[in-house]
């Protein structure tokens, strides 16, 4: 521990929770009928939500593309930091996640936010007909985060924010015989993206662990 850091404990962070703008009634019917769907309940916490929300804010983000929808939880959140002209484009592999993301965010604040896309990040990312994007999130396959960095970096936009969930690797960053297929590539990730020409990036200790990097 470096001497200006206090040691995080679960009561810091159950701190940071409670300290946190709670979460609408929206949002946690939208949580509980994912469960109920079988969809895995691996969605950003409210404080990374809120952290982001700050962060796209303060930036003035109009276009932001996520990679990795899930039940739509973060897009809404990252739709609502957005002016009402602001859209994020969020792409999903999985054709059940994005039909359940797709029904909720139609019926949300920010249906007129946000744009759906059904396929991989790999074919879809390169065809995207936008440029000068604000923030790039990414939260999905960890093996092809290598490929979003590079192509975050081709259409962000000066200023513009690279988002990457997990880099505490599902909590087995320092585990000797890690269980999940996906924590040797986020460990890979890791030391890619801190050492990125071009880009301040700095792991954020909320959830499993936020980059937030700048293209300079
Ligand atoms: C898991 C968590 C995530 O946030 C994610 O993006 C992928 C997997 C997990 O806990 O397995
Ligand atoms: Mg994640």
Redo the contacts with the bound molecule.
Sequence with gaps: MSESNVLLTAQHLDYIASHTRAEDSFLQELKAAARASGI?A???SPEQAGFIQILLKLCRARTVIEV?T?AGYSAINLARALPADGCVHTIEINPAHADFAASWIRRSDVAGRIKVYRGSGRDLLPALPIRDVDALFL??D?ASYPFYLREGMRLLRTGGLILA??AFA??ELFATQPQ?R?TTAMRQFNELIATQTGLQAIIVPF??GCWVAVKE
């Design positions: 895995p691996i969605w950003i990795g899930l939260d999905a960890k969930d997990n599902f909590g999940d996906e959830g499993d």
